[in-house]
């Protein structure tokens, strides 16, 4: 079968279910974007599988999910989101034993196979009926606007601003700490900016 690869665009929060996420995915060829609807722990979860410098003091799920795949000698060698049925996507995890080769085939939901994907740099791939289907062409400009409201925090990004490198490690660490990840992200990104302006 001819699958598309997707990307990850970004995460959001649901404009259309309260306490709800966005996570959205796109075809970079023809730039149609498949929003999936994911929940609070998975949308924490992809983050930090994104994020590979930020490490949560006990392991997530999806960590501990890992750790098991590379002890039994296995690799996650793709995702594929093969289906949509009533607005809910299907999508298999691909895995291959590293020894002998032996391919295993696991069902899972969307969010969780792309936790596991991140964490594994594995390509995510859907078919062209979920795109025909589920697809939505979105200009860039919107994606933007839509990962700005991504989360209320107590940090605002005028706050963080006005921090002292020192006092961000500081709040990073405690973010960590008390497992508040969506404010860790925040503020990984403002430390990433003043970096990038040293550079």
């Keep these: 079968m001819d699958y598309k ?5 970004g995460i959001s929060y649901s404009q259309t279910q309260s306490g709800a996420y966005a996570l ?13 609807v994911i929940g609070n722990f ?8 994104l994020e590979k410098d930020i490490h949560p003091p006990r392991p997530l799920t999806h960590d501990l999910f890992t ?3 590379v002890s039994a000698n296995y690799e996650l060698v793709s995702v594929i989101i093969y289906q949509i049925v009533d607005g809910v996507f ?5 895995f291959k034993n590293k020894v002998t080769e032996e391919e295993l085939i696991l069902d899972a939901r969307t969010s969780d196979a792309v936790a596991m994907a991140v964490r594994f740099d594995a390509p995510i791939f859907t078919t062209q009926q979920v795109l025909n289907e589920a697809g939505i062409l979105l200009e860039l400009e919107d994606v ?7 989360s209320e925090t107590v940090q605002t990004e005028d706050n963080l601003k006005s921090l002292s490198m020192e006092e961000l490690q500081k709040l990073l660490d405690e973010a960590v700490k008390e497992e508040d990840y969506d404010t860790a992200l925040e503020i990984q990104e403002e430390i990433k900016r003043r970096k ?3 550079d």
Excluded: D
Excluded at 24 to 35: D, Q, R, S, V, W
Excluded at 42 to 49: D, H, P, R
């Design 5 to 9: 690869q997707l990307i990850i665009r």
């Design 24 to 36: 959205l995915l796109e075809h970079e060829e023809t730039h149609i974007k498949l929003p999936v």
């Design 42 to 49: 998975e949308a924490q979860s992809i983050s930090l599988g």
């Design 67 to 69: 750790k098991f795949i």
């Design 90 to 94: 299907f999508s298999n995890i691909n």
């Design 144 to 150: 933007s606007k839509e990962e700005e409201s991504f």
């Design 196 to 198: 990038k302006k040293i």
